[in-house]
């Protein structure tokens, strides 16, 4: 069928044009059933002609100027044909079905690409530039470069990703992560192109051009992937002009064999009798590979907007295909099996004294500081809705912890190492493998904060699930050992390593390669990107990863949820599923049609019908993909 180029007719006018060439058919039928409307019927059969060819007479023109021919000729080929030998009503019933089969291929395509337009709202296209002065400009967002400050009012979109410098609010992040709740946004915080504004007034600073952001990145992937092959789809690059030639070939040697071996007549029959050029054209249509051509790249692209639409970037058929043979999954710990942020995991008392005050004074000092840890316990103090204390005075004491006051009470918070001349810390144990202790002091009470970089919810789930369809999910941390059987244990997994470097974990996929199996590789950091490089499928762990990963990986989770690659490989194996169906559909036809042209047990409405039918079908069975939840088994 058609390459679906961007310079293709819009499916509206292919419909249209195949519903009057339909009618212009059916009249022609009508009136040559009475005598004296002999004219009329051939007028109405060259308007079908007309209305049902065009479009494949511009393709093949376009074509034979570059000295290649298409299953487009062949479609001409045998309707010229057919009207030479007197056959109008076959040879515009094969142009409606096939105009029709196009226009049909058009409106699933542009559902496909609709799908994902859906997804992201359109760029801003103007943006309130901040002067140095206060006072603000409109300009193109087009042009908004690195450290210009912009202002963003409720309700409209971040025109590019940016740091915000002052103001408070929330952005809908909904178009990158899928998460439908906003996130809350301040000075230090980081804000997405294309996302949404939803309460109040930010001035930020842009970190990279519109064109760079998040939501451009986005939009580049998918294009890349709609333009890249897939393995199966090399196999039908071959029924171009050589497939072509051949049929015509075989179609021209059958003429001669029907007419001088069999003595059939040339071209006009006697009636109920179907001449030599007449079979010949029967083989012809129903040798087209029609449905062959469109079978994988209809179901590789409504693949990826089945993807797409679910927060999972297939970088192309590829990967798409692929998945869904690897037989192991190795994953990075930090990031991708766990948050990647710390979170309170518990509150140790060595004085008398309660949790809540003891996090309400080491949360007065971390408000002042922007370190992992201090971030933590401003976030679990707002979690636990604990009171919100100021500190007066504040110190950072680099390498070791924090120290200030409230309300004249002296804080110190930190390392077990500044709190020598405190007897109560010595008597703390250590703390438990995976765990990282904060110690405070407020007053007379103190204690600890033991903190984690926990699991994520879904992950021991997802690595059951995997597990049970035969994929081995292997853990591949730097991290201490102790850190790495702790969530190891957690998860159910069976096979780890700890303590590695870069270069380690690509040893280890490369070994498992050596040894003959398909390795996917999942991570979001900067140091993942060597391994999945090395792997046979990468997948990157949200779009806030970094660039190397996103540059690197032919995956990438938008949603940032590691149940995703659960659902990535499911669409990949259904994927695979009705690529086999459709070769399967289109191949059996084709076959069954021509063994029955060759025996002239067929006539050429029916070789038509099969042919375009077979053709519709195969579309329709890709558009499946697009169906949440539809088994292709």
Known sequence: MSDHSSSEPPWPLLLASA?????????????????????????LYATAYLAGGWDAALDTLGKLKRLRLDIHFLMLAVALGAAFIGAWWEGAALLFLFSLSNALEGMAMARTDREIRSLFREAPKQALEVRDDGTTREVDAAGLAADITVRILPGEQFPADALVIDGESAADESSLTGESVPVGKSAGDTVFGGTLNTWGRLDARVLRPPGDSAHARIIRLIQQAQASKAPSQRFTDRFGTAYTIGILGLSLVMFLVWHFAFGLPAFLAAEGERSAFYRAMTLLVVCSPCALVISIPSAILAGIAA?????????????????????????????????????????????????????????????????????????????????????????????????????????????????????????????????????????????????????????????????????????????????????????????????????????????????????????????????????????????????????????????????????????????????????????????LLGLAALGSIIPLPIGVLGHEGSTVVVVLNSLRLLLRGESAD
């Open 19 to 43: 519903v009057v060439c339909g009618l212009a058919t059916i009249g022609g039928v009508v009136a040559q059933r009475f005598p004296g409307m002999e004219n009329i019927a051939t007028a």
């Open 307 to 591: 993807g797409a639409r679910r927060g999972i970037l297939f970088r192309g058929g590829v990967a798409l295909e692929n998945l869904a043979t690897i037989d192991r999954l190795a994953v990075d710990k930090t990031g991708t099996l766990t948050r990647g942020e710390l979170e309170l995991a518990g509150i140790e008392l060595a004085t008398p004294g309660s949790d809540d005050e003891l996090l309400a004074f080491a949360a007065a000092l971390s408000r002042n500081s922007t370190h992992p840890l201090s971030r933590a316990i401003v976030a679990a103090q707002l979690r636990r809705e604990v009171a919100t204390l100021h500190s007066g005075s504040f110190k950072s004491l680099t390498g070791k912890g924090l120290s200030g006051s409230v309300d004249g009470t002296a804080i110190t918070l930190g390392r077990r190492s500044l709190f020598d001349d405190h007897p109560w810390a010595a008597k703390l144990p250590p703390p438990a493998p995976g765990l990282t202790e904060v110690l405070v002091a407020a007053g007379q009470l103190g204690g600890r904060l033991l903190l984690r970089d926990a699991p994520r919810p879904e992950a021991a789930g997802t690595v059951r699930e995997l597990a049970g369809k035969g994929v081995e999910v292997t853990m591949l941390t730097g991290d201490r050992e102790e850190s790495a059987r702790l969530v190891a244990d957690e998860l159910g997994l069976r096979d780890w390593r700890a303590e590695l470097h870069p270069e380690d974990k690509v040893g280890a996929i490369r070994d498992w390669r050596e040894a003959g199996e398909r390795v996917a590789m999942a991570g979001d950091g900067v140091n993942d990107a060597p391994s999945l490089a090395a792997a046979d499928v990468s997948i990157g762990m949200g779009l806030r990863g970094s660039d190397a990963v996103l540059e690197q990986a032919d995956i990438v989770l938008t949603k940032d949820r590691l149940e995703r690659i659960l659902e990535a490989f499911e669409l990949s194996r259904r994927c695979r599923v009705i690529i086999r169906q459709n070769l399967a559909i289109s191949l059996g036809v084709v076959v």
